[in-house]
C-alpha cells in the first residue's frame, strides 16, 4: 500500500464530522490494505510509530527538503526506514539520522510528507481513535463490530486481528481466544465522586481497597509463570517474589489480575515512586528485592484450569479466586448486597474509612453481576479516592524561575478528546520535588517537538496524575473549565496516553 493512500485518509478522517463517515473512510482504507501491513497502517493512523521513538527533534524536522512529484513510497517502506534510523548509535548518530529523515522526506510528496512530520513530531490527531478503527475493519470483513473488539481484547493489539482478519476472513477472530501466556488488556474503571454515589449507581456491589502499585496480570502455566503490565510488556524477571507466589497456589493453569505493592513493615504502602521504581529496575534484581520486596495482591482471575471466567459475574470470578488464592494475597473487600440499607451504607463508608487509614488511596467499587470486560473502562467499576485526581497528558512545559531557573516546571495539562485530540486545561507547577524537576526537565527534554523562549511543546505521551480542589468555568482553555488549585502528585509511566482521562470525565467534577 503506497503511503499516500493513508495520508490522504488520515486526512479525510480528520475532516470528516460524522462518526459513519470516519467509518466509512476507514473501512474503505482496509480494503485496500495488504494483510501484513494492517498493523502499520493502523498504528500510523493512531499517531504513533511501531517504533516509538526514533531519536529525530523539531530541529531535523524543520529542514524542509524538494517534495517528489509522484507517490511511490510504499508503507513497509517506510516503516524500515524509521526502523533504521531509530537504530542508529553512536558518534555522528544525529548527522546520520539527519541525513536519512532528508533522503526518506525527498522521496515523500508534498502530502506525503506533511503526514511525516506530523506523525514523527507526535502531532497526528486525527481522530482515527482504535473504537473507530474497529468499526472499519470490522465493516471491511463484513463482521459484527462486537465480535472484532472481542478478539482485539483477547488478541492484544487491533494490528494483529487485523492482519489475520484480512489474510482469512471472520473464521480467523476464532483464533483469539484467553490463552495462557498471552496478555489481555486489563478492565478499567470510571471514577465516582463517593462510596455514597457508587452504590446508588451499581447497584449490589462490592467494595475493593484500592491500592497504590503497579497493575500486574500473571500467567501460570505448570511451572511457567508470565508477568506482565498494563500495557501487555513483560516484566517476569524483575519480579521473582510474584513468580515464587505464583508457583505456589493450586492450580495449573491460570490467569490473575491483581497488583504489586511495597509495604512497610506496619504492613502501611510504601510511596508509589518507590513501588515503581523497584518494577522498573532491571539491574541487580536479587539486589533489589532483597532492599524493597514486593508484595502480590490479587482481586481478579480471569481463567483457570482451562476455564475461561471473563463472562462469569463478578461474584462468580471472586468465588473461584477464594477457592485458589490464599486470603493473604487477596485484596480486602466488602459485599454491599443491599446498597439502599442504612447498615450497608454506613458499613461501606467505614470500610472505606479504614482503608484509608491503612494509607491505601480509596476504593474500587464493583457491580456484582459485572463480567470482565477485557480492555474497556466498563461502567459497572468505579473507583472513589478522598482527593479529586486525574490522569492527564503534559502537553508543554515553561522554564522555572527562582530556584527553578534551568528546569522546566510548569506543566500544561490535556485531557483526552473525542476526536483523539487533548484540550488543555490549564497548568501547575506545584507539588514538584527537586528530585522530579530534575527527572521531568530531562524526561521532557527528549518528548520535545519544538522549543519556544518560554519552553517546550512535546509529545503528548508523558502521563501524569494530578490532585485538585475542583473545576471552575474559564474562558482562557478551550473547553471552558480549568482546575481548581492543581498539584502534582506523581507521573504515571505505567500508562499510555490513551489511557489519560476525558474532557467528558473532568466537566462529571464540575459543581
Given at each position: 500500500?503506497?503511503?499516500?493512500?493513508?495520508?490522504?485518509?488520515?486526512?479525510?478522517?480528520?475532516?470528516?464530522?460524522?462518526?459513519?463517515?470516519?467509518?466509512?473512510?476507514?473501512?474503505?482504507?482496509?480494503?485496500?490494505?495488504?494483510?501484513?501491513?494492517?498493523?502499520?497502517?493502523?498504528?500510523?493512523?493512531?499517531?504513533?510509530?511501531?517504533?516509538?521513538?526514533?531519536?529525530?527533534?523539531?530541529?531535523?524536522?524543520?529542514?524542509?527538503?524538494?517534495?517528489?512529484?509522484?507517490?511511490?513510497?510504499?508503507?513497509?517502506?517506510?516503516?524500515?526506514?524509521?526502523?533504521?534510523?531509530?537504530?542508529?548509535?553512536?558518534?555522528?548518530?544525529?548527522?546520520?539520522?539527519?541525513?536519512?529523515?532528508?533522503?526518506?522526506?525527498?522521496?515523500?510528496?508534498?502530502?506525503?510528507?506533511?503526514?511525516?512530520?506530523?506523525?514523527?513530531?507526535?502531532?497526528?490527531?486525527?481522530?482515527?481513535?482504535?473504537?473507530?478503527?474497529?468499526?472499519?475493519?470490522?465493516?471491511?470483513?463484513?463482521?459484527?463490530?462486537?465480535?472484532?473488539?472481542?478478539?482485539?481484547?483477547?488478541?492484544?493489539?487491533?494490528?494483529?486481528?487485523?492482519?489475520?482478519?484480512?489474510?482469512?476472513?471472520?473464521?480467523?477472530?476464532?483464533?483469539?481466544?484467553?490463552?495462557?501466556?498471552?496478555?489481555?488488556?486489563?478492565?478499567?474503571?470510571?471514577?465516582?465522586?463517593?462510596?455514597?454515589?457508587?452504590?446508588?449507581?451499581?447497584?449490589?456491589?462490592?467494595?475493593?481497597?484500592?491500592?497504590?502499585?503497579?497493575?500486574?496480570?500473571?500467567?501460570?502455566?505448570?511451572?511457567?509463570?508470565?508477568?506482565?503490565?498494563?500495557?501487555?510488556?513483560?516484566?517476569?524477571?524483575?519480579?521473582?517474589?510474584?513468580?515464587?507466589?505464583?508457583?505456589?497456589?493450586?492450580?495449573?493453569?491460570?490467569?490473575?489480575?491483581?497488583?504489586?505493592?511495597?509495604?512497610?513493615?506496619?504492613?502501611?504502602?510504601?510511596?508509589?515512586?518507590?513501588?515503581?521504581?523497584?518494577?522498573?529496575?532491571?539491574?541487580?534484581?536479587?539486589?533489589?528485592?532483597?532492599?524493597?520486596?514486593?508484595?502480590?495482591?490479587?482481586?481478579?482471575?480471569?481463567?483457570?484450569?482451562?476455564?475461561?471466567?471473563?463472562?462469569?459475574?463478578?461474584?462468580?470470578?471472586?468465588?473461584?479466586?477464594?477457592?485458589?488464592?490464599?486470603?493473604?494475597?487477596?485484596?480486602?473487600?466488602?459485599?454491599?448486597?443491599?446498597p439502599g440499607d442504612p447498615e450497608t451504607r454506613e458499613?461501606?463508608?467505614?470500610?472505606?474509612?479504614?482503608?484509608?487509614?491503612?494509607?491505601?488511596?480509596?476504593?474500587?467499587?464493583?457491580?456484582?453481576?459485572?463480567?470482565?470486560?477485557?480492555?474497556?473502562?466498563?461502567?459497572?467499576?468505579?473507583?472513589?479516592?478522598?482527593?479529586?485526581?486525574?490522569?492527564?497528558?503534559?502537553?508543554?512545559?515553561?522554564?522555572?524561575?527562582?530556584?527553578?531557573?534551568?528546569?522546566?516546571?510548569?506543566?500544561?495539562?490535556?485531557?483526552?478528546?473525542?476526536?483523539?485530540?487533548?484540550?488543555?486545561?490549564?497548568?501547575?507547577?506545584?507539588?514538584?520535588?527537586?528530585?522530579?524537576?530534575?527527572?521531568?526537565?530531562?524526561?521532557?527534554?527528549?518528548?520535545?517537538?519544538?522549543?519556544?523562549?518560554?519552553?517546550?511543546?512535546?509529545?503528548?505521551?508523558?502521563?501524569?496524575?494530578?490532585?485538585?480542589?475542583?473545576?471552575?468555568?474559564?474562558?482562557?482553555?478551550?473547553?471552558?473549565?480549568?482546575?481548581?488549585?492543581?498539584?502534582?502528585l506523581r507521573y504515571r509511566e505505567d500508562k499510555p496516553?490513551?489511557?489519560?482521562?476525558?474532557?467528558?470525565?473532568?466537566?462529571?467534577?464540575?459543581?
Amino acid at each position: 500500500m503506497l503511503l499516500s493512500d493513508v495520508a490522504r485518509t488520515s486526512q479525510e478522517v480528520a475532516q470528516a464530522a460524522a462518526r459513519s463517515r470516519k467509518v466509512e473512510l476507514l473501512a474503505r482504507l482496509f480494503r485496500m490494505t495488504e494483510p501484513a501491513q494492517a498493523p502499520i497502517v493502523i498504528t500510523y493512523l493512531a499517531g504513533r510509530l511501531p517504533q516509538r521513538r526514533i531519536g529525530v527533534g523539531w530541529s531535523t524536522l524543520a529542514e524542509r527538503v524538494p517534495a517528489a512529484a509522484e507517490p511511490r513510497l510504499d508503507v513497509a517502506e517506510v516503516d524500515a526506514a524509521l526502523g533504521r534510523i531509530a537504530a542508529i548509535t553512536g558518534k555522528g548518530a544525529q548527522g546520520e539520522r539527519r541525513r536519512q529523515v532528508r533522503e526518506l522526506m525527498s522521496a515523500a510528496t508534498e502530502e506525503e510528507q506533511r503526514f511525516l512530520l506530523a506523525l514523527i513530531g507526535g502531532e497526528l490527531r486525527q481522530g482515527a481513535l482504535d473504537a473507530l478503527a474497529v468499526e472499519g475493519l470490522a465493516a471491511a470483513a463484513d463482521v459484527p463490530a462486537p465480535e472484532v473488539r472481542r478478539a482485539v481484547m483477547l488478541g492484544g493489539t487491533l494490528g494483529a486481528v487485523a492482519e489475520a482478519l484480512l489474510a482469512r476472513g471472520p473464521g480467523a477472530l476464532a483464533d483469539f481466544q484467553l490463552e495462557v501466556g498471552r496478555p489481555v488488556l486489563p478492565m478499567l474503571a470510571h471514577t465516582a465522586k463517593s462510596v455514597e454515589e457508587a452504590l446508588d449507581r451499581l447497584g449490589p456491589c462490592a467494595i475493593e481497597e484500592k491500592l497504590d502499585g503497579i497493575r500486574v496480570q500473571v500467567h501460570r502455566a505448570g511451572e511457567t509463570v508470565r508477568i506482565y503490565t498494563r500495557t501487555l510488556d513483560e516484566i517476569t524477571s524483575r519480579l521473582p517474589e510474584v513468580v515464587s507466589a505464583a508457583r505456589q497456589l493450586p492450580a495449573d493453569r491460570l490467569v490473575l489480575d491483581g497488583e504489586v505493592i511495597a509495604l512497610g513493615a506496619d504492613g502501611r504502602p510504601k510511596p508509589f515512586q518507590e513501588t515503581a521504581g523497584r518494577v522498573g529496575s532491571r539491574l541487580d534484581v536479587a539486589g533489589a528485592q532483597a532492599a524493597l520486596p514486593l508484595s502480590p495482591v490479587f482481586f481478579d482471575l480471569l481463567s483457570v484450569d482451562g476455564r475461561d471466567l471473563l463472562a462469569l459475574p463478578t461474584t462468580q470470578r471472586h468465588a473461584e479466586l477464594a477457592r485458589v488464592v490464599p486470603e493473604p494475597l487477596r485484596v480486602r473487600r466488602l459485599v454491599a448486597d443491599d446498597p439502599g440499607d442504612p447498615e450497608t451504607r454506613e458499613a461501606a463508608k467505614d470500610f472505606t474509612a479504614a482503608t484509608l487509614a491503612r494509607g491505601h488511596e480509596g476504593v474500587l467499587v464493583k457491580a456484582l453481576d459485572a463480567p470482565y470486560s477485557a480492555g474497556r473502562r466498563g461502567a459497572s467499576w468505579l473507583k472513589v479516592k478522598p482527593v479529586h485526581t486525574l490522569d492527564l497528558v503534559v502537553l508543554a512545559a515553561e522554564w522555572g524561575h527562582g530556584r527553578r531557573t534551568g528546569k522546566l516546571s510548569n506543566l500544561h495539562l490535556g485531557a483526552r478528546r473525542p476526536d483523539g485530540g487533548f484540550a488543555m486545561l490549564g497548568k501547575t507547577f506545584k507539588g514538584m520535588t527537586d528530585v522530579m524537576l530534575d527527572w521531568q526537565t530531562d524526561r521532557l527534554r527528549e518528548l520535545a517537538v519544538r522549543t519556544e523562549p518560554w519552553g517546550v511543546v512535546v509529545r503528548p505521551e508523558l502521563v501524569v496524575e494530578i490532585a485538585f480542589d475542583g473545576v471552575q468555568r474559564s474562558t482562557r482553555y478551550p473547553e471552558g473549565v480549568t482546575l481548581r488549585f492543581a498539584r502534582v502528585l506523581r507521573y504515571r509511566e505505567d500508562k499510555p496516553p490513551e489511557e489519560a482521562d476525558t474532557v467528558e470525565t473532568v466537566l462529571g467534577f464540575r459543581a
